[in-house]
């Protein structure tokens, strides 16, 4: 597509239960990635994927959150057990260049746990 | 973890003014990036800098890169509404991954037409 596309755009879920997100990054683009921005805050690094495997997911903040890209193009970040300070908005980006720094970003999902 | 610093947290302005905002760092960037973010969108690349020293211009926007590679500014001029938005900068740190950026917290910006 034309730019990055993230859907939903916006999601409210109730505590402990399961969400998932998905970012559908710039055909050809090779690599993506996912960052979250917390209310009044940039955005921070989750993971990097460089074609279906997860080059790095050091970002991740413990074992709840997950994402996978198994055919190199849409990825889905999955969180389990929601907690309340999951909310934030989770951008995904995309980069032709592998490893590169100039990412082209999407509008992100606003996720809200109640 | 580290942290950019920018400054000023937030500028209310009017229209036609000229604008200037800095961003710094205890540690050393070999590439300085700013972006803008609009309400409810992702950020948006308008200025990438790769050399200390280097001033870059876009349009009505300028930004240089520190000659210590801790630092960098952005510069609007001739302010207009539409520069409403939260400013970003951001970065790789040096001898960390090119692709894993630190951003700050972001200077938020008004222009009062």
């Known amino acids: 597509g034309a730019g990055v596309s993230q859907t939903p755009s916006n999601k409210v879920t109730e505590k402990g239960k399961y969400v998932e997100l998905r970012c559908d990054p710039i055909s050809g683009h090779t690599a993506l990635y996912w960052y979250r921005q917390s209310l009044g805050q940039g955005p921070e690094f989750l993971i990097y994927f460089q074609g279906t495997g997860a080059a790095d997911d050091s970002g991740l903040p413990n074992d709840r959150f997950f994402a996978v890209r198994p055919e190199g193009s849409v990825s889905t970040l999955k969180i389990q057990r929601t907690e309340r300070g999951d909310s934030a908005v989770y951008l995904c980006?995309?980069?032709?260049?592998?490893?590169?720094?100039?990412?082209?970003f999407g509008a992100g999902s606003r996720l809200t746990v109640l | 973890g580290q942290q950019l610093n920018q400054s000023p947290q937030s500028m209310f302005i009017q229209e036609g003014e000229d604008v200037s905002m800095n961003c710094t760092s205890s540690?050393?960037?070999?590439?300085w990036l700013w972006y803008k973010q609009d309400p409810g969108e992702g950020p948006v690349l308008l200025i990438a800098?790769?050399?200390?020293?280097e001033l870059t211009s876009n349009g009505r926007l300028t930004a240089q890169f520190g000659i210590t590679r801790k630092d960098s500014f952005l510069n609007i001029s001739a302010s207009i509404p539409s520069d409403v938005g939260i400013y970003f900068c951001?970065?790789?740190?040096?001898?960390?991954?090119?692709?894993?950026?630190?951003f700050g917290k972001g200077t938020l910006l008004t222009v009062n037409p």
């Open positions: 800098l790769y050399k200390a020293g």
């Open positions: 980006a995309s980069s032709l260049i592998p490893g590169a720094n100039v990412l082209t």
């Open positions: 540690s050393i960037f070999n590439t």
């Open positions: 951001a970065g790789p740190i040096s001898g960390g991954s090119n692709y894993k950026l630190t």
